[in-house]
């Protein structure tokens, strides 16, 4: 019997899939840090710095309420933003992957 590579460790291999991962990859790994930092900075803030973050900006509406809401912004715009990068960058590219697998199937 003779044992042969399964076909998705061969496209795992592949150049074609190297370049959809770092596709990936440089997209994700740069917002999620950013993101996070973004975050951490707001419950840094939040501990540590409560004068300013109760800093009135109009009515009862205050910095912390503010950063606060900016957070659901951005990681609203954040998910948006990476939908438009894989529905004309990733998508595509797994698709052709797909296509090629399955019609060697």
Known sequence: ???TRPPYAEVQTSAEFGELRTAQR???FPLTIAFVSWYLLYVLLSNYAGGFMDTKVAGNINVALVFGLAQFLTTFLIAWWYSRHAAAE???RAA???SR???DA
Request: charged share 20%; hydrophobic share 45%; no cysteine.
């Open 1 to 3: 019997m003779q044992h």
């Open 26 to 28: 440089s997209f994700a």
């Open 101 to 103: 697998l399955e019609g």
């Open 96 to 98: 052709a992957i797909k």
């Open 90 to 92: 990733l998508d595509p």
